[in-house]
């Protein structure tokens, strides 16, 4: 069964950047979308961003259009969030998410709803303040 761990959070002052990275332990996941969620003290789990199993597609919300980028690593089974230009409402859990159909592309609505990722990270803590 596969399992996934983020990791790279931490404290970051704003304008600043980081990148947070997800393994995948056991089957390969090469063939599933990957994706990044995130969940603000108080507030629902939310997209962030989505690479389909191709690598080919990206989608990501607009609060972080521009600033995020979403990559994967099939021969190392990971997938990564590089944010810049940081802010504080950037503040929450980064959790990580594989897809739940296999060769499959969809849409950046498709991605964007929760029910759509099955295998799910315990989240890695990102905060920005000055």
């Known amino acids: 069964q596969v399992q996934i761990l983020e990791s790279g959070g931490g404290l970051m002052q704003p304008g600043g950047s980081l990148r947070v990275s997800c393994a995948a332990s056991?089957?390969?996941?090469?063939?599933?979308?990957l994706g990044w969620f995130r969940q603000a003290p108080g507030k629902e789990r939310e997209f962030v961003a989505a690479?389909?199993?191709?690598?080919?597609?990206?989608y990501y919300a607009d609060s972080v259009k521009g600033r995020f980028t979403i990559s994967r690593d099939n021969a190392k089974n990971t997938v990564y969030l590089q944010m810049n230009s940081l802010k504080p409402e950037d503040t929450a859990v980064y959790f990580c998410?594989?897809?739940?159909?296999?060769?499959?592309?969809?849409?950046?609505?498709?991605?964007?709803?929760?029910?759509?990722?099955?295998?799910w990270g315990q989240g890695t803590q990102v905060t920005v303040s000055s």
């Open positions: 998410a594989v897809g739940r159909r296999p060769n499959y592309v969809g849409s950046l609505y498709f991605y964007s709803n929760l029910d759509e990722w099955d295998i």
């Open positions: 056991g089957p390969t996941v090469s063939n599933y979308a």
């Open positions: 690479i389909t199993w191709t690598g080919g597609q990206l």
